[in-house]
């Protein structure tokens, strides 16, 4: 398993289509990307979320992905699979820039944060269930959970007002920072690790709603019915 770190895209536009689910629109990629992901078995090669197909969503909102490809397209049988919120840490130039974005009364998908005692994969892990647990209809049984994941969610975001203090660099917009990223020749990548520090990428729930209704029920919901120790903490 290899865990992404945040980082950029060199065909945002292509990724951003990516993203939003183009892919299946060619029949090409779709039998390419579909191929991915059942080798995979709905399965993020990065964090290890595990999702599942379905007649309404045959690729359970997961990403299949050519690292070598500028915007990471999967045109043939070849390529990993990575959950939608990974595939969003790695393309930071799409995901925390309003271009691309469609309808965007959802906002983008997602923001930078100074975040340094956790790595990329493991905000992502924390991400999803926040994600799934806040697009769920309240239930007494999840009713501690979601405050905890709204608590979670609330101090994540509180983080990017705290960029300007760990980045030099950082001038208050996400955009302009991840566009100001990308520019960077691919010689001073390890220059480029440096100045990322403790940069990290934390997704804006209200964007991903639909994928965490469908993660609930594909994933979460059947986690939290067989963990009778959680449930008697949580209660």
Do not use: F, H, K, R
């Given at each position: 398993?290899?865990?992404v770190c945040i980082g950029t895209v060199l065909d945002p536009v292509i990724f951003g289509k990516l993203m939003a689910g183009g892919w299946l629109d060619n029949e090409k990629a779709k039998v390419a990307g579909m191929q991915i992901l059942r080798k995979n078995k709905f399965t993020c090669s990065s964090c290890g979320f595990v999702s599942r197909s379905s007649v309404q969503v045959p690729h359970g909102y997961m990403i299949p992905v050519?690292?070598?490809h500028p915007g990471l397209l999967a045109a043939h049988g070849d390529g990993g699979c990575l959950c939608s919120i990974c595939a969003a840490s790695i393309g930071i130039n799409w995901s925390v820039t309003i271009?691309?974005?469609g309808d965007s009364s959802a906002g983008v998908p997602g923001m930078l944060i100074a975040q340094s005692r956790l790595t990329q994969v493991q905000i992502n892990r924390l991400a999803l269930?926040?994600?799934s647990l806040l697009a769920s209809q309240p239930t007494p049984q999840l009713s501690k959970l979601q405050s905890a994941a709204r608590d979670i969610d609330a101090a994540m975001t509180a983080l990017n007002h705290e960029l300007?203090?760990?980045i030099p660099f950082y001038r208050g917009n996400d955009s302009d920072f991840a566009r100001a990223l990308?520019?960077?020749p691919q010689e001073y990548y390890e220059q480029r690790e440096d100045i990322l520090g403790s940069l990290r990428f934390w997704p804006n729930v209200r964007y991903w709603k639909e994928q965490g209704v469908y993660w609930m029920k594909s994933t979460f919901e059947d986690m939290l019915a067989s963990d009778n120790e959680?449930?008697?903490v949580v209660k």
């Open positions: 398993m290899t865990e050519d690292y070598a271009e691309g974005q269930q926040v994600i300007g203090g760990s990308s520019l960077i959680l449930l008697g």
